[in-house]
């Protein structure tokens, strides 16, 4: 691990120094990485969630639940029924509410009296209530299926705004990320029955702003704040020790507790399914189905590169709302044409696929986002004086002089033409000679022969699609080839006319299984022998550049 | 479970009507049962354990404790090095402790970073400090061995004395009984990480009053105040309820929870070694070596029968200090014969010879102790009213008016009468015939053909002693005619003249391998076929009165 790569403390601001970015969200400060995480698993603290009868009085709950302290927000929806997240002001109306709830009668079952903060609210005499009147507003966690997606789309005006939408529509929203962040406080609970000073955070998907409704929540067990009492009582000629248990290794360490802690979500934890210890991976993590949440989780111990690449991701995401919405498009189109899939295999990973993205929006003219060298010799210059207040400040000044120019970087590279761009660059990279490098954002000879080679950002000497075999790549490229050959043959009046997806929509069909009529229109006016040379051509006249460019 | 035989909350001082109790111990009012576990509990609580340096400064250990608070009492002991029990005034003083000390450096070994009461004291530079000149007092924590316990018996002026004086060697002392306390309050850690409500109670030996020192320690995961909240917010339409893990059984669960809690003993506990799970026993339990406290513990769930088993057994052995006198030298007795062994066999378990004894305290004329029929009687008669004040007073009256009467009950039953009594009442048992019932203190038919059958005074269906095989009760009753006939033909004056061990000494040397004259001259004198056609006699004409009797 490189430790220049740290960026823990570093503000988000610091990026407004590099010039290119435009801003498109300058209006108010972005919290950065570490901020976002504490406010949220504070805010998990103070929440609990309670399983409701389907015909729920919203107010009346809310009456009740008031008796034990003021609720901040909360917000219902349907997970094996419907389910409420009620978020209190204060962390001690917990302790108050628990004090009243009771245990359930063993008289058909026997419970393992674990008192967590999952509850079951019951009417006693359903009938005799009033049903509530006004529907419960449910807030979704699933995103729709891409058949309702395409429809959506097409009643879009333009291809950035299929873009957006589609972002929108997969994108976590807050209720998500609250359950994320309360699934990671349940956990903690556990964690901390014995480790009062351990923490179970997202990474990832979850905090990464690239997470999908529907993905799985990666955490991480972290003891970093056990050793904060360890230099204590050096004075005086005594010292005193815990007595530990010692084991041989860190990993050996690791994978106990982390058996530990699984074997107590199996027994004692309400909802707690399908646990499963994978020990003796690389990283040794505890997969389970967490029922109340309805998040499918891995628990894992605190993994410093895991985090990086969430933070970096973060970063990215944050500087420029166009990078989200390209992500999430690819994303979505690889995972329609079969480049990507959740289980593990050759199919490039999601992660893979991202950094690709980002790897473009690094190398095309001028670029989106800056390189990882970039960011930390701009992290270098800030180190010491960057304080918050002034670069507040320093935004407001950016967003007052040059929000003209950020207009036109807009309007000239609109998301539509990134889009079309992103196919044509990949569409014509030459995979069998350069590796992608995120750090300094450029093509650089593979090291190995792996057919897909993309540096990892924080370990510079692993391929992280190392998994990805000749046949995936290459469908990826005739894929990408086949995507920029329709966007850039685009008719959109004509497509609507002839009530056809058009844009974003006519690229998330499976191109060998289309009934079109557009389809075969294609397939009649020009053979794909005659696309691939063409575009086989301009790839060699690029490659040529290219490795002109390296020369110097 | 006979729901009669309850004894939770009898005060001890009911026995005082029981009249033919003789009161040696009626100075200070005994404590019940319930009290003593409260008050130990509470002591365990506010108490750490520190490993310390063989060469420890006492007065500076207490001088840098006192910076945490106020200690009410501290001994040293030999276990693995010198250790240090610590019990502070409050329990506040062990954050304050906790909170001081560090962590052990990770350098050579991974800690698992489990914060518990267990501590290592160090001086920094051993070298450099003045060394204790006063050695340190180490409260010793084991027994005896029986040749050294022979020749310290050979120097007491009688029978009794000797009984005493073994008594005195094999119990437990306070000390030991502190730390088998704090050895559960130690697991009640674990078990409050995860059901705070939960306490761990030590029962059998450690708090019967008839625990060897070495003994395991027996303990219990107790849930009963869990539901104490259960009944709460039954107003209003709504209730709340946790969710809960739900299983078929009470078994299964107690299964899963021994099994989590044993894994968290086995990968978080410092010093908690040889972990073995015994789930499938029809009381499922876990085993342990617990090496700061030198322990051997077996960990079960709460199982009433055992609970009052223990109590029963505290009230006999509070009742008048010959019965415990009696039951240790019984015990030892067996021991040193190999009529009892601690692995499981066809061997009488200490429990069932235990159970004897008590039964032929009750049987004797006039007896010793109550039979449990009498105790239940005493024990309804003085349900509504019996308050301990009033029962104090009434114990001041007993000690002024019968002093003169106990001391001659004392006098004229003392100890080595009863052992005399023990050997010859079993060395003429029909166990053929008979069973030995605590209940009634009476012997009645055998309802079936084991050879030794005791019923358990709280499972009336059960027999205590199923596992005793034939031959071995042969063994006991060869045993106890033969020390019945010593203990008849003991000549002091000349064991002592001899150099020969004497009375109770003479007992504990292994009849078959003694090579001391006396034994050859007994074997001379009068021929082992001779006491057994004697013997016989006696007991045909003991069950043939005995047979009137029960015809009665």
């Known amino acids: 691990i490189d430790n220049d790569f740290r960026f823990g403390r570093w503000p988000l601001c610091l990026y407004a120094e590099w010039k290119e970015v435009p801003y498109a ?40 639940l008031s008796s034990h302290g003021n609720v901040k927000s909360h917000f219902f929806f349907e997970n094996r029924g419907i389910s409420a997240l009620i978020e209190f002001s204060e962390k001690g109306s917990i302790a108050s509410l628990q004090d009243a709830v009771g245990i359930p009668s063993a008289s058909e079952h026997h419970v393992v009296p674990f008192k967590s903060r999952l509850f079951t609210f019951t009417l006693k005499n359903p009938g005799s209530q009033r049903i509530e009147e006004t529907p419960l507003h449910l807030s979704p966690q699933c995103h729709i299926p891409v058949k309702d997606l395409i429809e959506k789309l097409c009643l879009a005006d333009s291809i950035s705004s299929q ?10 929203t807050e209720e998500n990320i609250k359950l994320r962040f309360l699934a990671c406080s349940l956990v903690r609970d556990f964690t901390c029955a014995y480790f009062p000073d351990s923490t179970v955070k997202p990474f990832g998907s979850s905090v990464n702003t690239f997470g999908k409704l529907g993905s799985d929540v990666d955490m991480f067990l972290d003891f970093r704040d056990t050793g904060k009492h360890a230099t204590k009582m050096k004075k005086g000629p005594f010292e005193m020790e815990y007595q530990m248990k010692r084991l041989p290794s860190e990993r050996l360490a690791t994978q106990r507790i982390l058996s530990v802690i699984g074997d107590c979500l199996d027994n004692f934890g309400p909802g707690c399914v399908n646990v499963q210890k994978i020990l003796n991976a690389r990283c040794p993590l505890v997969k389970f189905a967490h029922q109340p949440t309805g998040f499918q989780c891995d628990l894992s111990v605190s993994n410093s590169i895991a985090i990086r690449s969430s933070e970096l991701l973060y970063i990215y995401g944050c500087l420029d709302s166009r990078v989200r ?6 994303r979505c189109w690889a ?22 993205v980002m790897f473009f929006l690094q190398r095309r003219s001028p670029p989106i986002i800056p390189t990882l060298d970039q960011l930390k010799e701009l992290a270098g210059k800030h180190s010491c004086f960057c304080g918050y207040c002034s670069l507040f400040n320093f935004f407001i000044i950016l967003k007052t002089n040059f929000s003209l120019l950020l207009l036109m970087a807009l309007v000239f590279f609109p998301l539509d033409v990134l889009l079309g761009e992103f196919f044509e660059y990949f569409g014509n990279f030459d995979f069998r000679k350069n590796s992608i490098n995120l750090r300094k954002g450029k093509e650089v000879n593979k090291p190995e022969s792996s ?10 000497d692993l391929n992280i699609s190392k998994n990805v075999n000749q046949p995936q790549l290459e469908k990826f490229v005739a894929m990408a080839r086949e995507s920029a050959w329709i966007l850039q043959k685009e008719d959109k009046t004509q497509q609507i006319m002839d009530k056809e997806p058009w844009g974003l ?11 079109s009529s ?5 397939m009649k006016g020009i053979g794909s022998e005659t696309i691939r040379s063409l575009l086989d051509s301009l790839k060699l006249n690029n490659a040529n550049s290219q490795q002109k460019a390296v020369g110097k």
């Open 335 to 356: 995972r329609v044409h079969g480049l990507t899939n959740s289980a593990p295999g050759t199919w490039i990973t999601n992660f893979s696929l991202t950094m690709m």
């Open 163 to 172: 873009m957006y939408m589609l972002l929108n529509e997969y994108q976590l």
């Open 25 to 64: 969200e300058v209006s108010t400060r972005k919290k950065t990485f570490a901020e976002v995480q504490t406010e949220r698993l504070d805010q998990a603290e103070r929440t609990v969630l309670i399983k409701c009868p389907s015909k729920i009085n919203e107010k009346k709950l809310l009456q009740y």
């Open 325 to 330: 919405a390209l992500v999430f498009t690819i």
């Open 505 to 515: 929509a006519a690229l998330l069909i499976p191109f060998g299984k289309s009934n």
């Open 451 to 460: 057919p897909l080679y993309i540096w990892n950002p924080f370990e510079q």
């Open 518 to 522: 557009k389809m075969k229109n294609r």
